[in-house]
């Protein structure tokens, strides 16, 4: 009889540790689409400096296609996991490399938030020496 109780003791046990666990884990969770539900310009913004400046920092086109490259790769890892999708589109054009405004730009830029209530599309034109 003892040792029956005991057995049901201990799956008591097991079953309250395992209840209290699941309750605990909705709060060790991080909802990182939050600022975007709340700005999605936030991530726009972040995203056209970080291509702006990678363009500005290049030496020749060639640099900068590389860059812009694993620019574009590092920013699609780095997504937030959830109902929301960032994308970016940019055409680099390494003949109007050295133009100037009102000349047609080396880099064009297309960044697109969507998803859950969020439904954003920006475009951004980037020159070298402006």
């Known amino acids: 009889m003892k040792a029956q109780m005991f057995i049901l003791s201990m799956i008591f046990l097991v079953g309250l540790v395992f209840v209290v666990y699941q309750l605990l884990l909705q709060y060790g969770s991080i909802n990182t689409t939050e600022p975007l539900e709340n700005d999605e310009v936030f991530a726009t913004n972040n995203i056209?400096?970080?291509?702006?400046?990678?363009?500005?920092?290049?030496?020749?086109?060639?640099?900068?296609?590389?860059?812009?490259?694993?620019?574009d790769e590092f920013i699609e890892r780095q997504q937030p996991t959830g109902s929301f999708i960032i994308d970016n589109e940019y055409t680099l054009i390494c003949s109007n490399w050295a133009n100037a405004y009102p000349d047609p730009p080396p880099l064009n830029l297309t960044i697109s938030v969507y998803g859950g209530s969020v439904d954003t599309r920006v475009y951004y034109e980037f020159y070298r020496n402006q």
Do not use: I, K, P, Y
């Open 48 to 71: 056209r400096d970080a291509f702006n400046s990678t363009l500005t920092s290049a030496a020749g086109c060639g640099e900068a296609e590389q860059n812009l490259q694993n620019l």
